[in-house]
């Protein structure tokens, strides 16, 4: 079955204490991307990954790190946590170049609380 | 900068019946895809529904479809005979690709729909 796979799916941690949400998909996507929604705010962009070892920032990065060692996982690392990072998080992944207007498939969130 | 933007955060609808749900996105692009997806209370996002901006046709998928107005930059959702399933946030998002493979996918804000029995 095709699928973005995330974990956690829940984490409470606290302010300062590095975490670590991975993503990974089995659908020989080139391209994976991470999200973070907040109420009245939609999904904004964090970071994205075209391809292995190729990362590019988002519309809201600060805070975040990502890597892209491999095509299938592209986990999203968060050095020193902090509350405004309190959110739902989610990866997607999709084709690349050729499959330009497929949509992209979302895991299933990740719902971080820093304390 | 591309931007989406859902004039409804809520709607209400009852069961079986038909309601639209509206987005207006501002772009100076002239190929671009736009989507509508749906989250329910479970947090998964899930396709809806995509048009591409060179299609005049409206996509249409079983009880889902859209209205696509490329020069007013309009693309409503329509869902008919609503079924209490169908309540779920609702978002609007504009894709846009770059030479060079890169894309963005801007999203709106949402609207949250409930279907009442």
């Known amino acids: 079955e095709a699928q973005v796979t995330q974990n956690p799916r829940y984490l409470i941690t606290v302010t300062g204490k590095k975490l670590t949400v991975t993503c990974s998909q089995n659908?020989?996507?080139?391209?994976m991307s991470w999200y973070r929604q907040d109420p009245g705010l939609g999904l904004r962009q964090i970071y994205y990954?075209?391809?292995?070892?190729?990362?590019d920032k988002g519309d809201v990065p600060e805070g975040y790190k990502v890597s892209r060692k491999e095509k299938r996982n592209f986990p999203l690392i968060l050095e020193s946590p902090s509350p405004n990072q309190t959110s739902l998080y989610f990866c997607a992944s999709k084709a690349g170049y050729l499959g330009s207007n497929q949509p992209q498939h979302f895991g299933d969130g990740t719902r971080l609380s820093i304390l | 900068a591309q931007t989406v933007t859902q004039s409804q955060p809520e709607m209400s609808v009852q069961e079986a019946e038909t309601v639209t749900l509206s987005c207006t996105y501002d772009?100076?692009?002239?190929?671009?895809?736009l989507f509508w997806y749906k989250q329910p209370p479970s947090r998964q996002m899930i396709l809806v529904i995509r048009?591409?901006?060179?299609?005049?046709q409206n996509a249409t998928e079983n009880r889902f479809s859209v209205n696509f107005q490329k020069a007013a930059k309009s693309f409503s959702l329509k869902i008919s005979d609503s079924q209490l399933g169908d309540t779920a946030m609702y978002f609007c998002a504009f894709m846009k690709r770059y030479q060079g493979g890169s894309e963005k996918l801007v999203f709106g804000k949402g609207t949250k729909l409930t279907v009442n029995p």
């Open positions: 659908m020989n996507h080139e391209y």
């Open positions: 990954s075209m391809n292995v070892e190729v990362t």
């Open positions: 048009q591409e901006a060179y299609k005049q």
């Open positions: 772009t100076s692009e002239n190929n671009y895809y």
